[in-house]
Structures are given as structure tokens and as C-alpha cells.
């Protein structure tokens, strides 16, 4: 999971700096690092204490959810 989130961050600074239709700045990649360490921490907080199967999938489905939402609040504004 964390290397998937690394090769995900890298590829978007590779791409912000090759493609010019993807204009990130530095801001923008750090508010997506701090997404994916939310993300991957929350994942793994939740499978590691968490008992239950149900329950832990409720959490991790939680937390995924709340993760888009905020992405999609950054980046469009979905909540105005």
C-alpha cells in the first residue's frame, strides 16, 4: 500500500513537470502527500486495531471515502 501511494506521488511530480496540462505547484503535491499519509495511515491504524471484519471494512471504507471527498473538495470544489 505505502509503495503504491510513493509510486503515485512520484508519478504526479514526474507529470507535473513533463506534461503542461497538469500545472501543480509545490502546494499541490504536498496536500497530495499529506492525503496519501492520511490515507495509508488510516488504512493501516484501522486494520492493525480494529476487530471484526465488518467493522474493519466499515472503517477503511469510511476513511477512503472521507479521503475522496476532501480530493474532490480541492480540486473542483464540490461543496459550494
Do not use: N, Y
Not at 506521488?9 to 509545490?26: E, F, H, K
Amino acid at each position: 500500500m505505502w509503495l503504491g501511494a510513493g509510486t503515485l506521488l512520484s508519478t504526479a511530480m514526474v507529470a507535473s513537470a513533463i506534461v503542461p496540462a497538469m500545472d501543480w505547484g509545490d502546494e499541490d503535491i504536498l496536500a497530495l502527500a499529506a492525503l496519501l499519509l492520511a490515507l495509508c495511515g488510516g488504512v493501516e491504524l484501522a486494520v492493525r486495531t480494529v476487530p471484526g471484519r465488518p467493522a474493519r471494512t466499515a472503517a477503511i471504507l469510511a476513511i477512503v471515502t472521507t479521503v475522496l471527498l476532501v480530493f474532490a473538495e480541492l480540486a473542483v470544489g464540490i461543496l459550494h
